[in-house]
C-alpha cells in the first residue's frame, strides 16, 4: 500500500507543479504607482463626456512611456452604485493628453464609451501598468483632496 500513497503523492506533486504557474499568472501584479501620476482635469472631463453609459470616471492615473505615448485609465462608479462599489477600470491612449484625443485599449472603454478603438490592445507596454495604479485605488471613495490632485488642479 505505500507504494500507491507514494505514486499517488507523486501525480498530485506534478499536477501541483502544472497548475500552480497558471495561478502565479493569474494573480494580481505588484504595481510601483511612482510610474502614475494623476490624469489632468480637462482629460477626465473629456473622457467622461465620451461615455456611452451613466456613470461616473474616478481615480484616473496617467503613464507615460519613454516614446511620450500617455496610457490614461480610470475606474467607472456607475450611477447609482455606492462609493465602496469596485467598478470596472477602463483604458485609453493618447499621443498627447491635451489634444482631447484619445482611443480605447480595452473591453471596457470600447463597452462603454465612444472613443474609437485603439490600434493595440490591453497588453501594450505602459496599457497595464496605468491600470495597475488605478487598482491600487479601486472600491475607494474619490478624495476631494489627494495631495498629487492638489498639486495638478489647484482648486484644494
Avoid at 501525480?11 to 505588484?30: D, E, G, K, Q
Avoid at 480637462?42 to 451613466?54: I, K, N
Avoid at 491635451?98 to 463597452?111: K, Q
Wanted: proline letters at 5%; charged letters at 25%.
Amino acid at each position: 500500500m505505500a507504494p500507491q500513497l507514494s505514486r499517488r503523492a507523486l501525480r498530485a506533486a506534478a499536477c501541483l507543479c502544472l497548475i500552480a504557474p497558471a495561478f502565479v499568472a493569474c494573480s494580481s501584479p505588484s504595481v510601483d504607482a511612482g510610474l502614475c501620476v494623476p490624469a489632468k482635469l480637462t482629460s477626465v472631463e473629456t473622457l467622461q463626456a465620451g461615455l456611452t453609459t451613466d456613470g461616473t470616471l474616478r481615480h484616473a492615473r496617467v503613464h507615460q512611456r519613454d516614446d511620450d505615448t500617455v496610457f490614461l485609465s480610470a475606474e467607472l462608479l456607475p450611477e447609482g452604485e455606492d462609493e465602496d462599489y469596485d467598478g470596472d477600470i477602463l483604458t485609453w491612449y493618447t499621443a498627447d493628453e491635451d489634444s482631447g484625443d484619445f482611443a480605447s485599449v480595452d473591453d471596457n472603454a470600447r463597452d462603454d464609451s465612444m472613443w474609437p478603438s485603439a490600434p493595440f490592445r490591453v497588453n501594450e507596454e505602459g496599457a497595464m501598468a496605468s491600470r495597475g495604479c488605478v487598482l491600487t485605488l479601486r472600491g475607494e471613495p474619490e478624495l476631494a483632496c489627494e495631495d498629487e490632485y492638489e498639486e495638478l488642479v489647484g482648486i484644494c
